[in-house]
């Protein structure tokens, strides 16, 4: 069952260890929280406030996390596969070498990002802007760049088949 707590009020709430898979946490203030044990699988962390909030080893499979500001976050241990980081802030995030597979990155700046060695296979980066970014041995495959930005950007080693670049800047 999924738990809906948009809206809330969780500043006197111990979230730790708790079970929030597929939970709806849309906008909700968890700044400075510890998080430490909780199950974020699926849950919908749209625009929500991550300030001061430890993410790293954090198991976000299909996580919602449109819109939030996840700048000079450690992810370097958290699970982002098929994640939804839609108009995301990564600025100063290290994605290099993860698994982003079937990850959305929709309209997302992703010029403060390393993503060096990542792996975006099926990933939709519709409208992205990766311009200007290191890109060498970055897997691309079936993924979709229509519309995004690649101009000026090193795709040394880089692997690309079947992906789309309808209207894409390269």
């Known amino acids: 069952t999924?738990?809906?707590?948009?809206?809330?009020?969780?500043?006197?709430?111990?979230?730790?260890?708790?079970?929030?898979?597929n939970a709806i946490l849309i906008g909700v203030n968890l700044s400075y929280k510890d998080l430490t044990g909780t199950i974020l699988k699926?849950?919908?962390?749209?625009?929500?406030?991550?300030?001061?909030?430890?993410?790293?080893?954090?198991?976000l499979t299909n996580a919602k996390l449109v819109g939030v500001d996840l700048?000079?976050?450690?992810?370097?241990?958290?699970?982002?596969?098929?994640?939804?980081?839609?108009?995301?802030?990564?600025?100063?995030?290290?994605?290099?070498?993860?698994?982003?597979t079937g990850t959305i990155f929709t309209g997302t700046d992703?010029?403060?990002?390393?993503?060096?060695?990542a792996d975006l296979s099926q990933a939709n980066l519709t409208g992205a802007d990766l311009?200007?970014?290191?890109?060498?041995?970055?897997?691309l495959k079936d993924a979709d760049l229509s519309n995004a930005d690649l101009s000026?950007?090193?795709?040394?080693?880089?692997?690309?088949?079947?992906?789309?670049?309808i209207n894409t800047d390269i």
């Open 42 to 59: 699926g849950a919908d962390l749209s625009y929500a406030n991550l300030s001061g909030v430890n993410l790293s080893g954090k198991d």
């Open 71 to 100: 700048s000079n976050k450690d992810l370097s241990k958290t699970i982002l596969r098929g994640a939804d980081l839609s108009n995301t802030i990564l600025d100063g995030v290290d994605l290099s070498g993860k698994d982003l």
């Open 2 to 21: 999924e738990v809906n707590l948009t809206g809330m009020n969780l500043d006197n709430v111990n979230l730790s260890g708790k079970n929030l898979t």
């Open 152 to 165: 000026h950007s090193k795709l040394i080693d880089s692997q690309l088949s079947r992906s789309i670049f």
């Open 131 to 139: 311009s200007s970014m290191d890109l060498t041995e970055i897997t």
């Open 110 to 117: 992703l010029t403060g990002t390393t993503l060096k060695e």
